[in-house]
T-cell receptor
């Protein structure tokens, strides 16, 4: 069975600090990888996705993620966070050819302080 | 373009009752997926419909069912409600033009079972 682990449940950073959120997955096949974000009071929205090719993918709002196949990881990074990045971040995976069934991690609540 | 809409937004039901939730996907999207979000279990996949056919199913009991209509609108039904069914139920739709298929989430229906 596929699973996703997000090891950081709560992260507190000051503005301008760098961010890295960990994501590891377990899946017996080729995967697509996603990071979703849920801002307070808003819908889940896609930050970025990895399908194939360059393992370093860039998303919206200055976020990027690196797929390291040997480590089954897809960590999210941002060089300098802003107060408006305060949100919950979810890593998700689905198997190629498996439709749209997403397996989500438990989420990381990020709080950015001024 | 209108986003994914879900009705009702809030619902309070009593144990043993049944409930039907509705989801209208973004115009042109034929895939609709449902997720349950709870503080304890996080985001869990319920099922996915594509062109009126169930394409994927999660690990939920048979009390949870769904369907999709010819206009891609979808409903999910929960019979014999239990206290543990209290959750935010999210619907997501996908266009499926170029993989990996981005899913667009609705605001959710907050179900409270008393």
């Amino acid at each position: 069975a596929q699973s996703v682990s997000q090891h950081n449940h709560h992260v507190i950073l000051s503005e301008a600090a760098s961010l890295e959120l960990g994501c590891n997955y377990s899946y017996g096949g080729t995967v697509n990888l996603f990071w979703y974000v849920q801002y307070p009071g808003q819908h889940l929205q896609l930050l970025l996705k990895y399908f194939s090719g360059d393992p370093l993918v860039k998303g919206i709002k200055g976020f990027e993620a690196e797929f390291i196949k040997s480590k089954f990881s897809f960590n999210l990074r941002k060089p300098s966070v802003q107060w408006s990045d305060t949100a919950e971040y979810f890593c998700a995976v689905n198997g190629k050819g498996g439709g749209n069934k997403l397996t989500f991690g438990t989420g990381t609540q990020l709080k950015v302080e001024l | 373009k209108a986003g994914v809409t879900q009705t009702p937004r809030y619902l309070i039901k009593t144990r043993g009752q049944q409930v039907t939730l509705s989801c209208s996907p973004i115009s042109g999207h034929r895939s609709v997926s449902w997720y349950q979000q709870t503080p304890g279990q996080g985001l869990q996949f319920l099922f996915e419909y594509f062109s009126e056919t169930q394409r994927n199913k999660g690990n939920f009991p048979g009390r949870f069912s769904g369907r999709q209509f010819s206009n891609s609108r979808s409903e999910m039904n929960v019979s014999t409600l239990e206290l543990g069914d209290s959750a935010l139920y999210l619907c997501a739709s996908s266009l499926e033009v170029q993989a990996p298929y981005e899913q667009y989430f609705g605001p959710g229906t907050r179900l409270t079972v008393t």
